[in-house]
């Protein structure tokens, strides 16, 4: 075999079987990964080739989340080859390998397999060949059927006529495959959908119990066992295994086809409610049983009844207030549902980590979110509230009834929880629900989703559980990366993202299927990416992407998933439509509203004012939203309402870098338009890069210009890779009578920006570099590419507003001044204006009605 086949070059060897070998390869045309499967033998004849092309075509058309995907088939060197999609992560014959999984894990892979098979079988496709080893769960924890289309050409028409032929004819499959053919698989006989679900029986056996249903010492042998045996129901080899279990392995593991499920559907379902009676258990067994007393005499019976009537008498004279108070409470009109969930409290340890009380709280807003009628507040803020009163809590942010708890570890290593939530009505203080949870700690997030399940009902609101609540409910989580994602949490809440994205990071190599701490990276990448001006590292912008389709595929019906995959999309219009889900899904995702607020903000200012004003109605005291507003009236070329904004949020977060960087861009825009704008040359930027690179523009104003350029060179040192920093350097170099340095730094940002394939964070900043040193043709072709590309569109207004190109060409600032009035740039930014006016037009549509 060559380096290359058609046009995927051919980067090494990942698997050989008898089938055929399989090659890992790289497809030239759109970059991704895939694998390729060479299929050579019995392949020479032209028209048996042909044949195979025909049998296996109608499988690129199967999509779904659970099976690798067919691309295409095609022909070379005399050789069929498959390219598929390639999955990373372990088979299952990996991990089983002679132990039993989790039940749990268990049924919920074998429901991911059966999802996947019941779409194959409504477009007429059958697997086939269905075993262990054709099914990976890739790193996030997800199961992915493999090779679908090779049974197409690999199975023998017409059953074998001597019991030769058919012993050497179950010899050449081997026992591997023949132990999950079903029977009429290995008689020969034509074999449709049903066969795939006896395979899948088998492989559920496996999972559950750590022993092959079918096993002999040959594959005769195992053949034999197959077609006469019957293996013994999983909860005799393993006892913790629930009977539904048992039921569904037994049916679908019948001889008959007409005896098995007779849909893939059907199977799925009954997967599902055995996982869910299984839950039910185990929330059973956390309610301690008292034993039933003994039966009263009849005359003791009278005794009591006499005296309980007369204290019932009693207390209801002298408690009737309070009485009154709880019968409202239980049968009376509910209170609004605005809730305002405060850090829970850690007892019983060294309270050794401080924010996993907070970071619990965090998680369970989340999931309250997600019950539709009920608004939770202030959820953005929670950190702020640690200390405080429920019922000062709830009146700053308007709520109606408080969430609080405890959390009591059982020991040092938290390997078991017992959790207590409360509901408090914040109008008189008094608690009117209580719920007790208790279990290990891989099961917090089942814990999460019972309390959830709990306080819906009590506020009697209309709620189904859902697929994410379902798949919460049946997680298991690695307690140390679930503690690497709280940590993570308590970083973003402090604004330090760059350490929030390396807490995610590590919780995600702890444990791949942890989809929350996928997307807590998404947000703390981005917010490195446009909010701290990194938008040209390629690198952050990858991560972002893979981060975000990883917490997608694992769960496609959280609003967390889909707020990543808005953060992490490549066009605008795809940023808008992933977080209305969000919204849709929960209507008080506060970082949603911010988030759709920042994509608009370059071609609807106006609409990304309202955007944050709902998040500031969510969220009072969250002061990204007043920096929102600060930018948003930027764009408008209101300052003062940007100033005031920018002194609203200041008096929240008074440390934040933001403010100065606000106030300076605001300063240079008024000199620019001719106004006042005294200089601040001894204020220090610290590291906060947009800040940076304003103070340098600042300072070359005095005459300064070696000053601009240290400030430059050390941010340059701190992040090698921002390309406005060496942009501004760039400008400053040319100002300062060094044009040549200054061109040379510049035509290297334009390379980069023109480069195929470069990531299109480089055009704006190719545009400032270009504007830096007076080249408008240059500026002015990057410009025309910006307003004809939806990518290099979306990119463009993903930045800090006090860095958009898009105000720095309107308000004429530093550099963008230089050339904003030349010739050559009035068409380009008359395209561009256009394209953002279609923009605001075909956004609006997206957001109908939100």
Same mark, same amino acid.
């Given at each position: 075999?060559?380096?290359?086949?058609?046009?995927?070059?051919?980067?090494?060897?990942?698997?050989?079987?008898?089938?055929?070998?399989?090659?890992?390869?790289?497809?030239?045309?759109?970059?991704?990964?895939?694998?390729?499967?060479?299929?050579?033998r019995n392949m020479s004849d032209p028209l048996k080739r042909a044949r195979a092309l025909h049998l296996i075509q109608p499988y690129t058309g199967l999509s779904h989340p659970h099976a690798a995907t067919l691309f295409e088939v095609g022909e070379h060197e005399?050789?069929?080859?498959?390219?598929?999609?390639?999955?990373?992560?372990?088979?299952?014959?990996?991990?089983?390998?002679?132990?039993?999984?989790?039940?749990?894990?268990?049924?919920?892979?074998?429901?991911?397999?059966?999802?996947?098979?019941?779409?194959?079988?409504?477009?007429?496709?059958?697997?086939?060949?269905?075993?262990?080893?054709?099914?990976?769960?890739?790193?996030?924890?997800?199961?992915?059927?493999?090779?679908?289309?090779l049974?197409?050409?690999?199975?023998?028409?017409?059953?074998? +006529?001597? @019991?030769?032929?058919? %012993? *050497?004819? #179950?010899? /050449?499959?081997?026992? $591997?495959?023949?132990?999950?053919? =079903?029977?009429?698989?290995?008689?020969?006989?034509?074999?449709?959908?049903?066969?795939?679900?006896?395979?899948?029986?088998?492989?559920?056996?496996?999972?559950?119990?750590?022993?092959?249903?079918?096993?002999?010492?040959?594959?005769v042998e195992t053949g034999v066992h197959v077609l006469q045996a019957r293996p013994p129901i999983p909860s005799a080899l393993n006892p913790a295994l629930p009977p539904e279990l048992d039921a569904i392995v037994t049916r679908a593991l019948s001889k008959k086809?007409?005896?098995?499920? +007779?849909? @893939?559907?059907?199977? %799925? *379902?009954? #997967?599902? /409610?055995?996982?869910? $009676?299984?839950?039910?258990?185990? =929330?059973?067994?956390?309610?301690?049983?008292?034993?039933?007393?003994?039966?009263?005499?009849?005359w003791r019976a009278v005794v009591l009844g006499c005296l309980l009537l007369a204290t019932i008498a009693l207390g209801l004279w002298h408690w009737q207030d309070p009485l009154r108070q709880a019968w409202q409470g239980r049968f009376g009109a509910q209170p609004a549902p605005l809730l305002v969930v405060l850090p829970f409290q850690v007892v019983g340890t060294d309270l050794s980590r401080p924010y996993y009380g907070t970071g619990f709280a965090d998680d369970l807003a989340r999931r309250l979110g997600h019950i539709p009628g009920v608004t939770v507040l202030g959820r953005s803020t929670i950190r702020t509230f640690r200390g405080k009163s429920p019922q000062a809590v709830a009146a700053s942010v308007r709520a109606n009834l408080a969430v609080i708890g405890t959390l009591t570890p059982s020991d040092e290593e938290w390997t078991t929880l017992r959790i207590q939530v409360l509901l408090i009505e914040v109008r008189d203080g008094r608690v009117i629900w209580t719920g007790s949870y208790g279990g290990a700690a891989q099961d917090v997030l089942a814990l999460q989703a019972r309390a959830t399940l709990d306080v819906a009902a009590w506020l009697r609101v209309d709620y189904q559980a859902t697929a994410a609540h379902g798949r919460a409910a049946l997680r298991l989580v690695d307690p140390a990366a679930y503690d690497k994602y709280l940590q993570a949490r308590d970083a973003m809440a402090s604004n330090d993202a760059s350490r929030a994205a390396q807490l995610f990071e590590s919780a995600t190599a702890a444990d791949p299927s942890l989809l929350e701490a996928q997307a807590g990276l998404v947000e703390a990448l981005y917010t490195m990416s446009a909010f701290e001006g990194r938008v040209q590292y390629g690198d952050v912008q990858g991560?972002?992407?893979?981060?975000?389709?990883?917490?997608?595929?694992?769960?496609?019906?959280?609003?967390?998933?889909?707020?990543?995959?808005?953060?992490?999309?490549?066009?605008?219009?795809?940023?808008?439509?992933?977080?209305?889900?969000?919204?849709?899904?929960?209507?008080?995702?506060?970082?949603?509203?911010?988030?759709?607020?920042?994509?608009?903000?370059?071609?609807?200012?106006?609409?990304?004012?309202?955007?944050?004003?709902?998040?500031?109605e969510l969220d009072p005291a969250q002061p990204l939203a007043y920096y929102q507003l600060a930018e948003n009236n930027l764009m408008l070329g209101e300052f003062n309402g940007a100033l005031a904004e920018t002194a609203r949020g200041q008096a929240l977060a008074a440390s934040l870098p933001w403010w100065d960087a606000m106030r300076l861009r605001i300063r240079q825009a008024r000199t620019s338009a001719g106004g006042s704008g005294a200089t601040q040359a001894g204020r220090d930027a610290g590291d906060f890069p947009p800040g940076i690179i304003l103070r340098a523009a600042d300072v070359r104003t005095v005459h300064r210009g070696d000053d601009a350029l240290g400030l430059l060179a050390s941010l340059a040192r701190l992040h090698p890779e921002s390309c406005d920093a060496q942009a501004m350097m760039a400008a400053v170099l040319f100002q300062n009578g060094r044009p040549a340095d200054a061109s040379r730094l510049a035509s290297g940002i334009v390379a980069n920006a023109g480069t195929a394939g470069a990531h299109p964070g480089w055009a704006r900043c190719a545009v400032m570099a270009a504007a830096g040193v007076n080249d408008a043709p240059r500026a002015a072709a990057i410009l025309t590419r910006v307003a004809s590309s939806d990518r290099e569109l979306r990119v463009w207004g993903a930045v800090n507003a006090v860095l958009s190109g898009q105000a720095g060409l309107r308000q004429r600032v530093f550099p963008w001044g230089n050339v904003a009035d030349a010739p050559a740039m009035t068409d380009a930014i008359s395209r561009l204006e256009a394209a953002l006016i279609r923009a605001r037009a075909d956004a609006a549509k997206v957001l109908q009605g939100l």
């Open positions: 075999m060559g380096e290359s086949i058609a046009h995927y070059d051919i980067l090494g060897l990942a698997g050989d079987k008898d089938l055929g070998p399989v090659y890992r390869a790289r497809d030239t045309k759109v970059g991704r990964t895939v694998a390729i499967r060479v299929l050579s005399g050789a069929i080859y498959l390219v598929y999609e390639f999955v990373p992560g372990d088979k299952l014959s990996a991990l089983t390998a002679g132990r039993p999984m989790n039940p749990r894990r268990a049924l919920d892979l074998a429901a991911q397999v059966t999802d996947a098979l019941a779409e194959a079988h409504a477009l007429e496709l059958v697997h086939g060949d269905l075993t262990p080893s054709s099914v990976v769960v890739t790193p996030k924890g997800h199961a992915k059927i493999l090779d679908f289309g049974s197409a050409i690999a199975v023998e028409n017409g059953p074998a +006529q001597t @019991a030769e032929r058919q %012993a *050497a004819r #179950l010899e /050449s499959l081997g026992s $591997a495959r023949v132990g999950y053919m =079903a029977p009429e698989q290995l008689l020969g006989h034509p074999a449709d959908h049903r066969a795939d679900l006896f395979s899948l029986g088998a492989i559920l056996h496996e999972m559950a119990t750590g022993k092959q249903a079918f096993f002999g010492r040959t594959a086809p007409a005896d098995r499920y +007779q849909s @893939a559907a059907l199977m %799925a *379902a009954d #997967l599902r /409610s055995a996982a869910a $009676a299984l839950q039910s258990r185990a =929330a059973a067994l956390d309610e301690t049983k008292a034993p039933p007393p003994a039966p009263p005499s009849p991560r972002a992407r893979d981060a975000a389709e990883a917490a997608f595929s694992a769960d496609p019906d959280h609003a967390s998933t889909h707020f990543a995959m808005g953060l992490a999309a490549d066009t605008w219009r795809k940023a808008l439509t992933h977080l209305r889900r969000a919204l849709e899904i929960d209507r008080s995702y506060t970082a949603a509203y911010l988030a759709i607020a920042d994509v608009l903000r370059e071609f609807d200012p106006a609409g990304a004012t309202r955007f944050a004003q709902r998040a500031i």
